[in-house]
């Protein structure tokens, strides 16, 4: 573990890490969603924003299938809905790479983060997450 310290930066930055890095990598780190959201909707690295975006759709799809499970109403955060539509929005970005980019995780995908996996949940977290988005739009 490394830890860096910039001074004189009057906000907390934003990293966009791995910027234009072309091997398969996984790197742990913690991001709030509010981080993700903001590199979903302006990282200019196609890469990283889709990745954002994918571990923001994960987030919000798994806490889905955990409200699922409980009998609870499912909801997708406004900060969700509003990385989007501002990705949507994106100008100077290439159509199909925003299409990957506003593409939900596949359930095989999502499976793969529960430790039990509840297909019933999944499903219906997956279909309410797609149809809460576009309903939004």
């Known amino acids: 573990k490394q830890t860096f310290t910039i001074d004189g930066v009057k906000e ?3 990293l966009s890490i ?4 072309s091997a398969p990598v996984k790197l742990q780190y913690e991001t709030s969603d509010e981080e993700l959201a903001f590199l979903m909707a302006n990282d200019q690295d196609s890469f990283n924003r889709w990745e954002a975006g994918q571990k923001l759709f994960t987030r919000t799809i798994l806490k ?8 609870q109403d499912l909801a997708v955060d406004q900060l969700v809905i509003d990385a989007v539509r501002k990705t949507l929005l994106a100008e100077g970005v ?3 790479l925003l299409a990957y980019a506003l ?4 359930l095989g995908t999502l499976a793969e983060e529960m430790a039990v996996i ?4 999944l499903i219906a ?3 309410f997450t797609k149809k809460t988005l576009a309903a939004a739009m």
């Not at 791995?18 to 890095?21: A, K, Q």
């Open 103 to 106: 593409s939900l995780p596949t």
């Open 94 to 96: 290439d159509g199909s």
């Open 64 to 71: 889905n299938v955990e409200a699922h499970a409980k009998g």
């Open 118 to 121: 509840n297909p019933d949940a």
């Open 125 to 127: 977290a997956h279909k």
């Open 12 to 14: 907390k930055p934003i």
């Open 18 to 21: 791995l910027r234009g890095f």
